[in-house]
């Protein structure tokens, strides 16, 4: 397989999250990683998507997503931006044969999410959605608590994550 060049929607802190993600793939993974390119990032504040861009190591920067979709560099979206754009973003991708991994929530309603997993499956593109924080390491350090008993027994729960 080559190399899989990646396009970041939204340079957010999730946006971070996932970049920096795939940019340490190969350090934690040696050769059994996956070749990833960080291709592109896409913020609509120039001064953000350029700070990702320095920051994070991609080969250049955007204001606009559209641009994203007909770059050949790129063989995989991630959208972490605003939620009112994922639709429109989605599917564009997935029309354009990127495949897309797309934040929490996929749309803003039932009808909108369909939409999306209806041009994902026509499009016949891999797509996932971002649901859960289990690999953030405060949530660790809390499994491994309620794990060891030090917390006794667990009969309620309720999380606050706070970004910004």
């Known amino acids: 397989m080559g190399s899989i060049g ?19 793939l190969r350090s934690r993974f040696g050769d059994e990683a996956p070749d990833i390119r960080l ?3 896409v913020d609509d504040v120039e001064a953000r998507a350029e700070g990702s861009r320095a920051k994070l190591g991609f080969d ?4 606009d997503w559209r641009k994203v979709i007909q ?5 995989a979206v991630i959208v972490a931006s605003p939620n009112a754009t994922h639709r429109e973003i989605c599917e ?8 897309v991994f797309c934040e929490k929530p996929v749309g803003r309603n039932g009808v909108e999410t369909a939409s999306i997993e209806h041009a994902a499956r026509e499009a016949n593109i891999v797509s996932g959605v971002g649901y859960n924080y289990r690999h953030v390491p405060v949530v ?3 499994q ?3 794990a060891s008993g030090t917390l006794g027994e667990i009969t309620h729960y ?3 994550f706070l970004v910004g």
Request: net charge positive; proline share 0%.
């Open 71 to 75: 770059d050949d560099e790129v063989t």
């Open 92 to 99: 564009m991708a997935s029309a354009n044969g990127k495949h």
């Open 6 to 24: 990646v396009a970041v929607v939204g340079m957010g802190w999730m946006g971070e999250v996932h970049a920096r993600s795939y940019a340490q």
């Open 158 to 160: 309720r999380g606050r």
């Open 144 to 146: 491994n608590l309620i």
């Open 39 to 41: 291709v592109v990032c």
């Open 60 to 63: 250049k920067c955007v204001t």
């Open 140 to 142: 660790g350090q809390i």
